[in-house]
């Protein structure tokens, strides 16, 4: 089983609709996760980390499900700029070094 | 915010031939740095974490001799590809910590072709 994992899409989002997508992690003691956003051919970017009671930024709104062991991604109200892929990053915790694991990101393209 | 620097954003080398990247923080120290690599459409890759005046651990699979990352200061680490073949053309980014942040930043990537 992968580490992370995501479905790579695409997701066509008409603008001003909501999207929303899931990840899953294997490592049970994993302790901290995050969005990032990475544009084509670009470095990726903090988003927003995920907390356990979950948070929300604006539109965008992150859930953690650690029984399941998956988090989410909600945007509301999808503006143009909002297409790029969206990496869920894990932190596999102290039994795996503190290292990051990257899914293969949710790429979103919204249409006008 | 914090930064890091990475140096050069895109480079075109001939094989067999060497090519180092640089990868700098310029607001704070970062003790590790990670190295990751990212071929067309899959996920970033963990190379390697080095830390300040020690050796990089590499991960299973990649060739220390070939990556050879030094990281001699709190504010810089350079990975240098040896002997470059074109199936080493990917896109290299670094990435660092700091101590003020919960998250991690990144380098702007550099984009390495060999011909």
């Known amino acids: 089983r992968k580490e992370v994992e995501q479905d790579p899409g695409p997701f066509n989002v008409p603008e001003g609709a909501t999207v929303a997508f899931n990840c899953t992690y294997s490592?049970?003691?994993?302790?901290?996760f995050f969005w990032y956003r990475q544009d084509c051919r670009k470095e990726p970017k903090l988003l927003m980390s995920?907390?356990?009671s979950g948070n929300e930024d604006g539109r965008f709104t992150a859930q953690l499900n650690r029984a399941s062991q998956y988090i989410s991604l909600l945007i509301r109200d999808s503006k143009l700029s909002d297409s790029a892929t969206y990496l869920c990053?894990?932190?596999?915790?102290?039994?795996?070094?503190?290292?990051?694991?990257f899914g293969k990101g949710n790429q979103v393209v919204v249409i006008p | 915010g914090a930064v890091v620097s990475q140096h050069p954003s895109r480079v075109i080398c001939k094989s067999g031939t060497s090519v180092k990247i640089e990868c700098r923080s310029l607001?704070?120290?970062?003790?590790?740095m990670f190295w990751y690599r990212q071929f067309p459409k899959q996920s970033l890759m963990l190379m390697a974490t080095?830390?300040?005046?020690?050796?990089?651990?590499?991960e299973q699979g990649v060739e220390k001799d070939k990556f050879l990352i030094n990281h001699a200061s709190l504010t810089l680490s350079t990975l240098t590809v040896t002997s470059a073949h074109p199936e080493d053309s990917s896109f290299y980014i670094c990435?660092?910590?700091?101590?003020?942040?919960?998250?991690?930043?990144f380098g702007s990537g550099t984009r390495l072709t060999v011909v």
């Open positions: 607001d704070f120290q970062a003790t590790t």
């Open positions: 990435s660092a910590r700091d101590k003020g942040n919960y998250g991690y930043t």
């Open positions: 995920v907390y356990s």
């Open positions: 490592n049970s003691a994993s302790q901290s």
């Open positions: 990053v894990v932190n596999m915790g102290k039994s795996g070094n503190n290292r990051l694991a």
């Open positions: 080095s830390n300040e005046g020690s050796k990089a651990t590499y």
